[in-house]
């Protein structure tokens, strides 16, 4: 992990998760603590959120408007992910991030119906054939 990222990630005030947002998510057989973080206390930092891939913690402003929040957290479990499946550099990971992000965001929003099909499909567990005889 970049040491400047580091270091702005132990500087930050954490909190606990207000009402109704998730606490954990697992990543690649991985479960990741979710922190709903203060904003930082230093002028000028645009650290929205963050991920610690050893602690397996992510953090994200809790203060961030609804959509921008949920847009944040998507972006640090795409970067956990990156790093599970051994992303390249750190540059050209956080620009796809950013881009996959955006663009994941952008279709839910614009087509819930197919992203609900595919949670459906993903999640779904057949049913085991019955061992009754006939």
């Known amino acids: 992990m970049n040491r400047v990222l580091h270091s702005c990630f132990y500087s930050m005030k954490q909190s606990s998760a207000p009402k109704g947002l998730p606490t954990e998510v697992d990543i690649l057989n991985l479960t990741y603590t979710i922190n709903w973080m203060n ?15 050893q602690s397996q ?6 203060t961030l408007p ?8 998507l972006h640090e479990i795409i970067h956990a992910i990156n790093h599970g499946m051994g992303a390249p550099s750190k540059v050209d990971e956080e620009k796809f991030t950013t881009k996959m992000s955006i663009g994941i965001a952008t279709a839910i ?26």
């Not at 913690?57 to 809790?62: L, R």
């Not at 929003?109 to 009754?132: A, D, G, Y």
């Open 109 to 134: 929003k614009q087509s819930p119906e197919v992203w609900k099909w595919i949670m459906k499909e993903i999640t779904f567990k057949p049913r085991k054939p019955s061992s009754k005889s006939s």
């Open 39 to 53: 904003p930082p206390e230093e002028s000028g930092a645009e650290h929205l959120g963050l991920c610690d891939f």
């Open 66 to 73: 609804r959509q921008s929040r949920a847009e944040t957290l």
């Open 57 to 62: 913690v992510i953090s994200v402003t809790k």
